[in-house]
């Protein structure tokens, strides 16, 4: 065990390579107010200043709220918040930055909606705070960060150009790998094997229907029409199949979408959902999916990594203690080095507009810190911290490492994990009809072929992303 922890740490290590991040500011950007702060820093600075947080419904935000009167007794901060389901919290964040009142202070996102919000100026960047002594304690060690985790959260503002480049619009909470987990009980009670092929995995899917009663059923997946539905478990196994969304040809963005391996993964997946998914999957979200492998319906679940974690802690769900995680499916002919996980990074971001920026600072701050971060990932049911310190602490290692198979499969996905849509303000509407065309396929006779749908897909998407120009 000592062994494979310690390679767990290595590989998650090996994330550094993947992106480039750090903590200074372009020469481009301009200075903000906050390089104009002078003084020995001071958790009493802002005491009697009230900021307003938006928070999407989850384990990472449950911890935060927890933690909160902490927070205030340490600073004399106010914090009003609210917490909002996943399934209509980003409509509500839409609507209030829009509104420009500066309300919400600091709210909660993902990598995905810095290539929306930052364009839009909606976002500050957080460079001239990270590196204003007189704003950042000492011991916040911004060089902790996982590199490759906290560097997604950085870019330049151009559609087609990488992440990690450019200024840093957010801070991580904690990030995601997608990969398939199932219930370790019942495949040793009935001596079923591991799926190890996407072909395994669907016979396998197919055969666990009914296992455990009437309406149980053998894998769950997302089936929303919305971008949500395409970024875990589709879109890991898309980039493993060696698909991509839009290739740059002449400094233009190009959908891929109809290309040989796009239309034969999605024709997989439709048969995957179709022979062995929920029967209500076009309303399944994360919580949906999640919650039915740890209540005993499903078999298997195909999500982010924290998704079956958060059902396994003792006294989660029906299954807590029950659940063991593996590496992706590999399609057939490819090898491990093939395998794909797309990644999903909660974060932090403070708005363009806020009125309490320093305060709302210090906010982002306290909850991104080391000794909040080792608290979050040992007792707040926070599993992927995005901390090198605390993915090396002996406590982090001990209360995470205790899940079977947990951190052994996160350092086999981390050594080929990345974000694997091209980055590009039309991120949302191209990923929302990817899974409407999904959802036609699963539930209706619209399209003739896979092919038919994917290809008109890709002429639709051309469209949408027109008049980007990509230097």
Known sequence: MKKRL??????????ATMLIGCGSKSSE???????????????????????????????????????????????????????????????KLNTALSSRSGDPDVYMTGAYQVWEYAPADYMEPLDDYINNPSLTSEDYNFDDFIPGVVGALRWDLTAGHAVGEGSQWALPMG??????AYNKVYFAENNIAVPTTTDELLATAESLNGWAGSGSYGIAVRGTREWATIHPGYMSLFAT?????????????????????????TDYWVKLVKAAGPSQWTNYTWYEASSDLGAGKAAML????????????????????NIAWSTIPLPEGKTEADMKANIWIWSMAMNKDSKNKEAAWY??????????MLWAGTEGASPDTPRQSVMDSDEYKEVVGSAENYLESIAIL??????????????????????????????????????????????????????????
């Open 6 to 15: 310690l390679s767990v740490l290595l590989c998650v290590a090996m994330v």
């Open 29 to 91: 950007e301009e200075s903000s107010a906050a390089s104009e702060v002078t003084g020995e820093f001071d958790w009493k600075a802002y005491e009697g200043t009230t900021i307003n947080v938006m928070f999407n419904e989850h384990n990472y935000s449950k911890a935060v709220i927890e933690k909160l009167p902490e927070f205030e007794e340490l600073t004399g901060i106010t914090v009003k918040y609210s917490s909002t389901p996943e399934s209509n919290y980003f409509d």
């Open 175 to 180: 990030w995601e790998l997608n990969n398939l």
């Open 241 to 265: 199949w060696g698909g991509q969304d839009f290739a740059i040809e002449d400094g233009k963005l190009v959908c891929q979408l109809d290309s040989e391996e796009a239309i034969a993964m």
């Open 302 to 321: 195909f999500d982010a990594t924290t998704a079956a974690y958060f059902q396994n802690f003792e006294g989660a769900s029906q299954e807590s203690g």
């Open 363 to 372: 906010f982002l701050q306290y909850f991104t810190s080391p000794d909040y």
């Open 414 to 471: 981390t050594e080929n994990c990345s974000i694997f849509f091209t980055p590009q303000p039309y991120f949302f509407e191209c990923t929302t009809k990817w899974a409407e065309v999904l959802q036609d396929l699963v539930t209706s006779d619209k399209y003739g072929s896979t092919e038919e749908a994917m290809k008109q897909l890709k002429a639709d998407l051309d469209v949408v992303v027109s008049d980007l120009v990509v230097e």
